[in-house]
């Protein structure tokens, strides 16, 4: 689970699904994607923190963050990523003829 | 991975472009001898600014296919890194089969996939990077990650021909002036603050002018209707340039003097004088303009006066190369690649400051010259 914690008040603690499962049916195509988002660091480390694995075919991406407005920063641009790597490998993977 | 001479078909033809170097033997063999065996070949990538491109490129400089988009932001709007990587995000999948459909050749005919490690935006930057990642994963390709600026150097250089100019890089986001001097790409002069495109670009938001096909082509167009000439604070400190100052003044007294004012001419000369005094120092005769501003035309006359009173030639490309494009990256990566530079994927990364001067110019030190005799193409 992802936790956001919201510093000035201790009572707020938001358990939001920040936890995302991708199942490529495909160790292969996963180990792909995975390899290719693994590159890029998150920009503010001290504020948000990703950690990738994949599992049964299946990328898992776990995000942490101090501030909700991060963890929403982070997490948008990261599924804009991963939609783009999926997408190439379903256009241009096993079988593409020209 | 390295460059051996046991590979695929491909590798050998370069062992034999090597062995006829010099020669002359290939300027006369070359075509008969690529209908037996393929040329290396390289796919390329550029999304750095507002274009997104993909060009497919052999080593002699033949550009096989070179699609892109550009995004277009409506008048008085400037475009921001999300919103660009989006439009990005959007077109470069499609891109890549016209590229290769254009081209005619497939996955199996690419020996290296190049990308535009910066400098420019990061988010943009992101999506040629994370598609080269992917890409070379599937088809089992190397990845060479290439300098934006140095693409455009080696872009102009094959394509007009010119040898060892000094460069004037102009556009949107770079404001340079290049020379070649031992293993490097030297900075001689530069802008401290915007880049002149920059400057044109947010003096045509001022004056709501369309953004298409580019605030500084219509800034052109309407300067040549202009007919007096205001003078503006320009500013040289020792070999480099500033425009901001330009830009305040001329938003500031936009409103009352916006009429008749040339704009553009005046503007550009600075990073002119800077060029001159460049060649001064690297005694060098001619100049190669590049990047999205060197499509101006009055840049490119001015240019060519102060060459000719030098003795010198100028050499520019038209808006096919000038602009941002995939074959540019294609070619240089491709330069790199045959020099034995490819990127490990672990570390494709991209930067928004990758500056000119970091990277090494190993293909210039030995270059095949008579192959550059073979790929050159007028404009």
Same mark, same amino acid.
């Given at each position: 689970?992802?936790?956001?914690?919201?510093?000035?008040?201790?009572?707020?603690?938001?358990?939001?699904?920040?936890?995302?499962?991708?199942?490529?049916?495909?160790?292969?195509?996963?180990?792909?994607?995975?390899?290719?988002?693994?590159?890029?660091?998150?920009?503010?480390?001290?504020?948000?923190?990703?950690?990738?694995?994949?599992?049964?075919?299946?990328?898992?991406?776990?995000?942490?963050?101090?501030?909700?407005?991060?963890?929403?920063?982070?997490?948008?641009?990261?599924?804009?990523?991963?939609?783009?790597?999926?997408?190439?490998?379903?256009?241009?993977?096993?079988?593409?003829?020209? | 991975?390295?460059?051996?001479?046991?590979?695929?078909?491909?590798?050998?033809?370069?062992?034999?472009?090597?062995?006829?170097?010099?020669?002359?033997?290939?300027?006369?063999?070359?075509?008969?001898?690529?209908?037996?065996?393929?040329?290396?070949?390289?796919?390329?990538?550029?999304?750095?600014?507002?274009?997104?491109?993909?060009?497919?490129?052999?080593?002699?400089?033949?550009?096989?296919?070179?699609?892109?988009?550009?995004?277009?932001?409506?008048?008085?709007?400037?475009?921001?890194?999300?919103?660009?990587?989006?439009?990005?995000?959007?077109?470069?999948?499609?891109?890549?089969?016209?590229?290769?459909?254009?081209?005619?050749?497939?996955?199996?005919?690419?020996?290296?996939?190049?990308?535009?490690? /910066?400098?420019? =935006?990061?988010?943009?930057?992101?999506?040629?990077?994370?598609?080269?990642?992917?890409?070379?994963?599937?088809?089992?390709?190397?990845?060479?990650?290439?300098?934006?600026?140095?693409?455009?150097?080696? =872009?102009?250089?094959?394509?007009?021909?010119?040898?060892?100019?000094?460069?004037?890089?102009?556009?949107?986001?770079?404001?340079?002036?290049?020379?070649?001097?031992?293993?490097?790409?030297?900075?001689?002069?530069?802008?401290?603050?915007? $880049?002149?495109?920059?400057?044109?670009?947010? *003096?045509?938001?001022?004056? =709501?002018?369309?953004?298409?096909?580019?605030?500084?082509?219509?800034?052109?167009?309407?300067?040549?209707?202009?007919?007096? *000439?205001?003078?503006?604070?320009?500013?040289?400190?020792?070999?480099?340039?500033? *425009?901001?100052?330009?830009?305040?003044?001329?938003?500031? %007294?936009?409103?009352?003097?916006?009429?008749?004012?040339?704009?553009?001419?005046?503007?550009?000369?600075?990073?002119?004088?800077? %060029?001159?005094?460049?060649? $001064?120092?690297?005694?060098?005769?001619?100049?190669?303009?590049?990047?999205?501003?060197?499509?101006?035309?009055?840049?490119?006359?001015?240019?060519?006066?102060?060459?000719?009173?030098?003795?010198?030639?100028?050499?520019?490309?038209?808006?096919?190369?000038?602009?941002?494009? /995939?074959?540019?990256? $294609?070619?240089?990566?491709?330069? $790199?690649?045959?020099?034995? =530079?490819?990127?490990?994927?672990?570390?494709? %990364?991209?930067?928004?400051? *990758?500056?000119?001067?970091?990277?090494?110019?190993?293909?210039?030190?030995?270059?095949?010259?008579?192959?550059?005799?073979?790929?050159?193409?007028?404009?």
């Amino acid at each position: 689970m992802t936790e956001i914690t919201v510093f000035q008040s201790r009572r707020w603690r938001l358990v939001s699904p920040s936890d995302l499962e991708v199942d490529y049916m495909s160790e292969d195509n996963a180990r792909i994607v995975y390899t290719a988002l693994a590159v890029d660091k998150e920009l503010q480390p001290d504020k948000v923190k990703r950690q990738m694995s994949v599992i049964d075919g299946k990328l898992l991406v776990h995000f942490e963050a101090v501030e909700a407005r991060f963890l929403r920063a982070s997490f948008s641009a990261f599924v804009d990523v991963l939609t783009l790597a999926t997408k190439t490998i379903e256009e241009f993977g096993q079988g593409m003829e020209l | 991975m390295g460059h051996d001479l046991t590979g695929s078909s491909g590798n050998i033809v370069v062992s034999w472009e090597r062995f006829c170097e010099g020669s002359g033997f290939l300027l006369s063999m070359g075509s008969k001898w690529s209908r037996f065996y393929r040329k290396m070949t390289a796919l390329g990538f550029e999304g750095s600014a507002n274009k997104i491109g993909v060009g497919v490129v052999t080593l002699d400089g033949t550009i096989l296919s070179n699609p892109r988009h550009t995004y277009i932001t409506p008048p008085g709007q400037g475009f921001l890194p999300r919103e660009t990587a989006q439009h990005h995000l959007q077109h470069v999948l499609p891109l890549i089969r016209s590229a290769l459909e254009t081209a005619q050749v497939s996955a199996k005919d690419i020996d290296c996939l190049c990308y535009t490690k /910066g400098p420019g =935006m990061g988010a943009p930057l992101q999506v040629a990077a994370i598609v080269v990642r992917v890409l070379s994963q599937l088809w089992k390709k190397p990845i060479v990650a290439v300098n934006h600026c140095i693409a455009h150097i080696e =872009m102009g250089r094959i394509v007009t021909g010119a040898d060892d100019p000094v460069v004037l890089y102009v556009s949107g986001g770079n404001t340079q002036v290049i020379a070649y001097s031992e293993g490097r790409y030297r900075i001689f002069g530069e802008t401290i603050d915007i $880049a002149v495109g920059n400057c044109l670009d947010r *003096f045509a938001r001022v004056l =709501m002018l369309s953004n298409d096909p580019s605030p500084g082509y219509n800034i052109e167009q309407l300067a040549k209707k202009g007919e007096k *000439f205001l003078d503006l604070p320009y500013v040289v400190k020792g070999m480099d340039v500033s *425009f901001s100052g330009i830009l305040s003044y001329i938003e500031g %007294t936009a409103e009352e003097k916006l009429k008749n004012n040339e704009f553009t001419p005046a503007d550009l000369c600075y990073s002119l004088q800077i %060029t001159e005094r460049a060649m $001064a120092h690297c005694d060098a005769k001619d100049v190669l303009v590049v990047g999205g501003v060197g499509c101006n035309v009055r840049l490119q006359e001015m240019m060519r006066t102060m060459c000719s009173e030098r003795g010198g030639n100028l050499f520019a490309t038209d808006d096919r190369y000038c602009i941002d494009n /995939g074959a540019m990256i $294609a070619y240089t990566g491709l330069l $790199a690649y045959a020099h034995g =530079m490819p990127t490990p994927l672990e570390e494709s %990364t991209f930067t928004q400051r *990758f500056r000119t001067d970091e990277v090494l110019a190993l293909w210039r030190e030995k270059e095949p010259r008579n192959l550059n005799g073979v790929m050159k193409e007028s404009t």
